[in-house]
């Protein structure tokens, strides 16, 4: 995340896991963000994370399933699964 300057962000089941800390979320009941480029990584798309991201200048979305919500509100989408595209992405900022 260091290397390309980027921060977390995660949807509510994250949180509710206990995964990852409340001030991470983002979304209705969470944070709303407004960031140059949003990278959205198996999120599904529901209103309730959309409404705390909708301000972002671009999104890029990556999601298996290609009906997923969150293709309608990217810029660009890769039909595929997070964990090979996170391979190629820390493969090119090495
Ligand atoms: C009152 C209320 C308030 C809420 N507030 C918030 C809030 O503030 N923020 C928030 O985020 N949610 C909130 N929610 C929850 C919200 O409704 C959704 O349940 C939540 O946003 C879904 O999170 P998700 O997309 O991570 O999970 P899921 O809906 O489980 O979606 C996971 C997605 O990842 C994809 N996926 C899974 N594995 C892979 C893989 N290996 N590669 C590629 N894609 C994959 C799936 O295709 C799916 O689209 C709230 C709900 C309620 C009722």
Redesign the pocket.
């Known amino acids: 995340m260091k290397k390309i300057g980027a921060v977390v962000g995660a949807?509510?089941?994250?949180v509710d896991a206990e995964i990852i800390d409340l001030r991470y979320?983002?979304?209705?009941?969470?944070r709303t963000i407004s960031p140059k480029l949003y990278i959205a990584l198996?999120?599904?798309?529901?209103p309730?994370?959309i409404c705390?991201m909708i301000k972002s200048s671009k999104v890029i979305a990556?999601?298996?399933?290609k009906d997923?919500e969150?293709f309608n509100y990217s810029d660009i989408g890769f039909v595929?699964?997070?964990?090979d595209v996170l391979k190629c992405i820390n493969k090119c900022i090495k």
């Open positions: 949807t509510r089941p994250l979320q983002v979304g209705q009941t969470g198996g999120i599904s798309g529901a309730q994370h705390g990556v999601n298996k399933d997923a969150i595929a699964d997070v964990f």
